[in-house]
Nanobody, 126 residues
Framework: QVQLVESGGGLVPAGGSLRLSCAASGRTMSRFAAGWFRQAPGKEREFVASISWSGQATAYVDSVKGRFTISRENAKNTVFLQMNSLKPEDTAVYYC???????????????????WGQGTQVTVSS
């Protein structure tokens, strides 16, 4: 079993930055792809970013390209989401997710992932 614990959410003004962290515990020696999703009230869960197990491939939803960066430090069992130039539209609960994989692909659908964090609130004020 793998458990994911998210941190780094908070309240920031428009144009500000946050770095979200997702720390994995349990069975962490396998190859895991990871991703970030977000969900605003009344909306469906939305793909934000993902990264391959090696960190060599990444993917982003168009609305965050150039502003968000996903990265990982496998030795520390941690995935990050650096969020810059934040907009009020980025306000949501952010979830990290992971899955075991032996491919080099990224994933972008909620159903692609087996493990989920509890979510962390990001609020961007105007």
């Amino acid at each position: 079993q793998v458990q994911l614990v998210e941190s780094g959410g908070g309240l920031v003004p428009a144009g500000g930055s946050l770095r979200l962290s997702c720390a994995a515990s349990g069975r962490t020696m396998s190859r895991f792809a990871a991703g970030w999703f977000r969900q605003a009230p009344g909306k469906e869960r939305e793909f934000v970013a993902s990264i391959s197990w090696s960190g060599q491939a990444t993917a982003y939803v168009d609305s965050v390209k150039g502003r968000f960066t996903i990265s990982r430090e496998n030795a520390k069992n941690t995935v990050f989401l650096q969020m810059n130039s934040l907009k009020p539209e980025d306000t949501a609960v952010y979830y990290c997710a992971a899955r075991v994989t032996y491919s080099t692909s990224t994933y972008s659908q909620p159903g692609d992932f087996n493990y989920w964090g509890q979510g962390t609130q990001v609020t961007v004020s105007s």
